[in-house]
């Protein structure tokens, strides 16, 4: 691109506009690369940039044009009220598993405190530390301390130090989460056995093999955080078949899932002995979410 030392902001930002055709998206590389957010970044767009700066845009365009997502090449993405670090070892998180922790937060909201939750396949963190996040200031003004404790499982261990150093950025509401790994309900201590009052998990769930899954996706998020096994139902079973015994008597189990898997979802939640069934669609009417109460 252009000369360092020489070119400002302004200029810059049209350079990278032209290359990645969305404004926006441009505005955000080059305030990575500026290490200025926001009003800074504007107030300084006749400001020349240094070599580094520059090289730093020019890398990330480079990588921009490998088709490598720009999430990853951002190294942050937003959340719901987080701001995640991300990168290859994890899924970048998407705008419908929001919805999943909307759903989960309503259900917490009618039960007895203290709330027990876990967040299985954690990936960078983004359900469990919302869930951390979002309950502790619902529950700040009845319980200053101890009214939740949320784990994060992931069996990639790769995964889980990318939702440690999110963790590290939680504050406050970090103090009551714990972090642990292994194959689903394995990484739990068996101590905690009937003790969760919801479990939530966005498991991989697409059918291996997928002819419609983006190449983006393919081509650059983890294997093990998409394929679910020829219907991607494999990994949802074992959640469910798993569930009932580490829920509290009508404790929930929250589950994202693919938008044709609602009916076979529900056959799997009744053959487990889930009561009070319900799959819900996201905005766009697709079956996203299904959630099932333990029997008491
Ligand atoms: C679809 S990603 C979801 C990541 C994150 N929860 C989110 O919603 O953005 C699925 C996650 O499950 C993890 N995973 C896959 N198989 C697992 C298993 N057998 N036990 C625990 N976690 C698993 C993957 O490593 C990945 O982080």
Redesign the pocket.
């Known amino acids: 691109m252009s000369e360092p030392g020489t070119v400002d902001w302004r200029a810059l930002w049209s350079d990278a506009e032209a290359i990645v055709g969305d404004r926006t998206k441009a505005r955000w590389l080059c305030e990575v690369a500026s290490g200025m957010g926001g009003d800074e970044f504007r107030a300084s767009l006749d400001e020349p940039a240094t070599e580094r700066m520059v090289a730093h845009l020019d890398a990330m365009l480079a990588r921009l044009r490998t088709g490598e997502p720009l999430q990853y090449v951002l190294g942050t993405w937003a959340f719901r009220h987080l701001e995640l670090m991300i990168d290859r070892r994890?899924?970048?998180?998407?705008p419908e598993?929001e919805f999943?922790v909307d759903v989960a937060l309503e259900l917490c909201k009618g039960r007895q405190r203290p709330i027990r939750l876990a967040?299985?396949?954690?990936?960078?963190?983004?359900?469990?530390l919302s869930l951390a996040f979002e309950l502790a200031f619902e529950l700040a003004r009845e319980l200053p301390r101890g009214g939740v404790e949320v784990w994060l499982?992931?069996?990639?261990v790769d995964?889980l130090d990318v939702a440690r150093a999110n963790l590290a950025g939680l504050g406050r509401s970090a103090a009551n989460v714990r972090i642990a790994d292994?194959?689903?309900f394995e990484?739990l201590p068996m101590g905690l056995v009937g003790s969760f009052d919801v479990i939530v998990?966005?498991?991989?769930?697409v059918c291996d093999d997928d002819p419609e899954l983006e190449a983006s996706v393919r081509d650059w998020e983890?294997s093990?955080?998409?394929y679910g096994g020829p219907n991607g139902l494999d990994?949802i079973e074992?959640l469910v078949a798993g569930a009932p015994r580490w829920l509290r008597g009508g404790g929930w189990l929250v589950l994202?899932i693919g938008a044709s898997q609602g009916t076979a979802v529900r056959a799997l939640f009744e053959e487990h002995g889930f009561d009070d069934i319900v799959v819900r669609p996201d905005l766009a009417g697709r079956d996203r979410v299904a959630i099932g109460r333990s029997s008491a």
Do not use: F, H, K, M
Request: with cysteine; aromatic share 6%; proline share 13%.
């Open positions: 994890v899924l970048i998180p998407r598993t999943v967040d299985l396949g954690t990936g960078c963190g983004a359900i469990g499982t992931d069996v990639s995964a292994g194959d689903w990484a998990s966005n498991p991989p769930y983890p093990p955080a998409l990994q074992r994202e």
